[in-house]
């Protein structure tokens, strides 16, 4: 992939126990190069992105809400009322309450500040969300497209909770401003597809109001505002669980340019506590030789071997299709395939040996996920070290900034690439 520009999207997955980032984060081209900064006060998160669902029940929390149809007509949801049932037919949506029944092509519900829209998707557990949620009917058949609009310092603290386990006050002021830069990069991005960023790792863990832990949003609050820029422009925000000890470049595992402030960081074992320091994934011969002849539709006979960076992360993979043919791929390709199949403790990261014993496959690793930018468990180890947050980003972001919203000329914030 190229680096001109970029977004982040989800597409590997990390394992438990959840602290620290979930998800690996892979380069795309952007279409646009600066943020509006008119319009980052708040934000649209598409919901269930992972599971789209054909219905949801809807309750109000603690407060009046407003269900609103298109057309005008509403129904009021109070506290204590049963559950509001949402659900598709055809391409409208039909919203019942009791005797009352809303059909339409678009579902509006409204809640008053500090009222929480409490929904349940089959899969889910409950979830509060503050703002408003606008439901269509999806592209996918039967499919529910829902969009909660919440303000951008209530995203945050969501996202602090969900991507983060620690109770680190600096670890969590990390996890804030990192969010929140992110956030406002994939504004960029967004434009026509109804949404800024989705509610999973495809972009950042958002489960809403995280009513049992009130200090995530204090900790969004405490850091208000305040962004990551390189030479006065908005950083690509890349983080990951679990660096092994040692960050990566994004020229390393995405290719394209180097980009100044991802460069390789020793982190001198600040991960070190995390269950992912170091792990050993073992599979069969047949089964891991199946799972490359299926993704890449032909036979594989065997890994013949891997080229490493200069820190020893998978770059390329070698594979041997017959004795006389070979075929090369991608690191990140060829780990893709692996956690497709196998789930989300097999390929870690992308920094690994193999060893072959009979017939299994066995790979030693580091850390988890592609392993640019912050080091999530690193952010935890140095806090507790005593050290702050602004100095942890700084020390994981190489000659950044930490910038004030509220104090940035001009309409438009460029992105840094």
Known sequence: ????????????????????????????????????????????VLLF????????????????????AKSGKSIKIRPGQPAV??????????CESGLNRLVTNRLTIKAPPDTLIRIKAAGYPYRYYRGSVKITASGMARALHIV????????????????????????????????????????????GTGYDVSDNTQNQIYKGDLIMKPYCRQVALATRGEIITWSHRLILAAYSSTCGGQTASNQTVWGGKAIPYLKPVKDNGACADSPHYRWTFRISRDSLLGALHHALRGPVRDIAGLDTSQYGRITYVHLEISPEQHRTIKGTLFRKILLDQFGERSL?????????????????????????????????????????????????????????LDHIKGKYLPLAY
């Open 85 to 94: 049932r949402i659900y598709r037919m055809g391409r409208d949506v039909i």
């Open 348 to 404: 870690e990261s992308n920094w690994y040996s193999l060893q072959k014993e009979n017939n299994m496959y066995i790979f030693h690793g580091r850390g988890m996920g592609h392993g640019v930018g912050l080091c999530q468990w690193g952010a935890r180890g140095l806090a507790l070290s005593g050290w702050n947050y602004r100095d942890i980003l700084r020390f994981y972001y190489t000659g950044v900034k930490i910038e004030e």
């Open 148 to 191: 909660n609009k919440t303000g951008l310092e209530d995203y945050v603290g969501s996202v602090v909770g969900s991507e983060m386990d620690f109770r680190n006050i600096e670890a969590l002021k990390v996890q804030a401003v990192i969010a929140r830069t992110y956030a406002l990069w994939h504004l960029s991005v967004t434009a």
């Open 1 to 44: 992939m190229f680096f001109p520009a970029l977004i982040l999207l989800v597409t590997l997955f990390a394992g438990s126990p959840h602290k620290g980032r979930s998800a690996d984060i892979s380069p795309e081209i952007s279409r646009h190069r600066s943020v509006n900064l008119s319009r980052v006060d708040s934000i649209n």
């Open 49 to 68: 992105h992972e599971q789209t669902p054909d219905s949801v029940e809807l309750w109000s929390w603690n407060g009046q809400l407003t269900v609103m």
